[in-house]
C-alpha cells in the first residue's frame, strides 16, 4: 500500500504584514492591539457599512423626492390610485438606495484602507507608532481626496482641517491606550527627554 502525503497547507504567513512590508522595528509595537492586516479589513468593513447605510438613506430621500416632483401634475385621485402610486415610489426608493449604497460603500472602504496603509508606511518609515504618523497619513490622503475631486481652496481647507481633527483624535487616543499598557510613545519621550535602550 502506497501511502499518499496530505496536500499542502496554506502558507500562514499570506495575510500577515510581512508579506506586504520587510521587518521592522514597529513590528512587536501594533495599534489598538491588532496587526496591519486585521486592523485594516475591520476599517474598512466598518467604512463599506457605514458608506452603504449612509449612501441607501441618502439614495432613497432623493428618489422620493425626485418621485414625488416628477409626478405632482398627476396625482391619484382614487384609492387603487394611491395605492399604485405608492407601490412604484417605494420601488424606484429602494432600487436607488441599493445603487447608491453599493456605490458609496466600496468608495469609503477604500479610503479608509488607503488612510491604514499610509498610516502604516509613515509607521515604519519613522519607526514609531504614535499619533504623528495618524495625522500624516490623514492629511496626505485628504490632500488627495481634495486634488481628486477639484475642490477649491476654501473647501480644501475645510477637508484638511476634518482629517487633522479626526487623525488627532483617532492617533491620540491610540497613544492613550498604548501608555496603560505600558508602551512608550515618541513624541512623548522626544517632549520630555526620554529615551529607550
Partial sequence: MTSTSPPDSPSPSVLRPESFFPPSPVDNEQRLSSNFIDRSLLGSTFAFLGGAVLGGYQGSTMASLRFRAENSHRFPTTTTGWYLYHKSKNYNCMLQAVKDGMRLGPRLAGWTGGFFFLEELVDRWR???????????????????????????????????????ASLAYGVTQDIMALARGRRVGYIDTVFGKHGK
Fill in 127 to 165: 519607526c514609531k507608532r504614535d499619533a504623528i504618523s495618524s495625522v500624516v497619513a490623514a492629511l496626505t490622503l485628504s490632500s488627495i481626496f481634495s486634488l481628486k475631486h477639484g475642490f477649491n481652496f476654501s473647501t480644501q481647507v475645510r477637508t484638511t482641517r476634518a482629517g487633522l481633527i
